[in-house]
């Protein structure tokens, strides 16, 4: 683990240096205490609004672990993209005269009330609130990952399965189609001020927006619309 690894790199090179200056036993030092408090208020620094929800569980540094002490504020960054997730790897940094970073590792939890599954939700199905219950749990990562308002649902349909009895992740809902393949709509069509409508078959599913193929029920004819509604697909001329 990245961790690891730079821990115990840097943890020999802190140590050889400390060992080899002179006045080494007088200098000031830093402990792991001092690098996992740094870390853990950038993580809740970070976390914002969730940061009370947070519970935080340090991978332990090498208790044998001395560094010089820094003569500036220590300066900590979350590693990656620089938000948290269950695990976040944060980088404890001295800038000053002495110059050190060590890497510590972080399994990050909220205690939050959200939403779970009530049975086992196939991929594609589309949400009803009687497939979800409210509970308050500990969940992996920040409370912005999860679904946690009823309402939220709404209109919305599983990207990927969700076992029963597991928390609703956010990055699983996906709008759901307002057309479906084989639904009857309206097709429209506007020119100069003027508009047509005539019945047609939509050929795929399609959400708001988005470009679909229609069959003109008359002509046969099939053309590409906007999906405008449950209902509704708007050729462009």
Not at 99 to 117: D, K, M, N, Q
Not at 128 to 138: F, G, L, Y
Not at 228 to 233: A, F, G, H, Y
Request: charged share 20%; glycine share 8%; with cysteine.
């Amino acid at each position: 683990m990245m961790a690891t690894r730079y821990l115990t790199l840097l943890s020999a090179i802190s140590m050889a240096l400390l060992a080899g200056s002179n006045g080494a036993q007088a200098q000031a030092t830093l402990g792991p205490e001092a690098i996992a408090a740094a870390a853990e208020h950038a993580l809740r620094s970070q976390a914002g609004a969730d940061a009370a929800t947070l519970t935080l569980q340090p991978t332990p540094l090498d208790a044998r672990l001395r560094l010089i002490a820094c003569d500036r504020p220590l300066h900590a960054a979350i590693m990656g993209d620089g938000e948290v997730h269950a695990r976040t790897v944060v980088a404890v940094s001295c800038e000053g005269a002495v110059r050190w970073t060590i890497y510590t590792s972080f399994a990050v939890e909220s205690r939050i009330t959200v939403l779970v599954a009530r049975r086992a939700l196939a991929i594609g199905g589309a949400l009803a609130p009687s497939d979800v219950q409210s509970e308050t749990r500990k969940v992996p990562g920040l409370a912005v990952d999860y679904v946690c308002d009823p309402a939220a649902i709404a209109g919305q349909q599983l990207a990927r399965a969700v076992a029963a009895g597991a928390p609703l992740p956010l990055e699983a809902l996906v709008p759901a189609p307002l057309v479906r393949r084989g639904q009857e709509v309206v097709l429209l069509a506007r020119a100069g001020g003027i508009e047509v409508r005539v019945a047609a078959v939509a050929l795929a599913d399609g959400r708001l927006a988005e470009h679909i193929k229609v069959e003109n029920s008359s002509s046969q004819r099939v053309v590409e619309g906007i999906v405008r509604s449950t209902n509704l697909v708007e050729a462009p001329l």
